[in-house]
């Protein structure tokens, strides 16, 4: 944190969010292995939808402020829901990871 700090990183925009969201991430997978029989919880998983999770933020303040145009920015839809959109899609990426692939029940 000291050198992300000396060299004039932005830890409230950037390294905060994206630990908060990579949390929430890791809770929400670690909720549904404890719920739902297919998938598997180990460090590869957390640790997977932790990094994917946890990128979405920052990238999505990257996003609007650099890449994507005013026009686009502005807009209400975006500004209310565009960067839930983001994070709900790369943490069903990561999600996607630890879905275990073996056939449940009486399919044969």
Do not use: C
């Amino acid at each position: 944190m000291t050198v992300l700090t000396a060299i004039s990183f932005d830890f409230d925009k950037y390294i905060f969010p994206g630990l908060l969201s990579g949390f929430a991430g890791a809770l929400i997978l670690g909720i549904n292995g404890l719920l739902i029989d297919n998938v598997k919880l180990n460090p590869k998983t957390l640790l997977s939808t932790f990094i994917i999770a946890g990128l979405s933020l920052p990238v999505w303040i990257f996003l609007t402020e650099q890449i994507f145009p005013d026009s686009i920015v502005k807009l209400e839809l975006v500004r209310q829901f565009g960067m839930f959109h983001f994070w709900m899609v790369l943490m069903t990426l990561g999600f996607s990871f630890s879905i275990d692939e073996k056939p449940t029940g009486n399919n044969s």
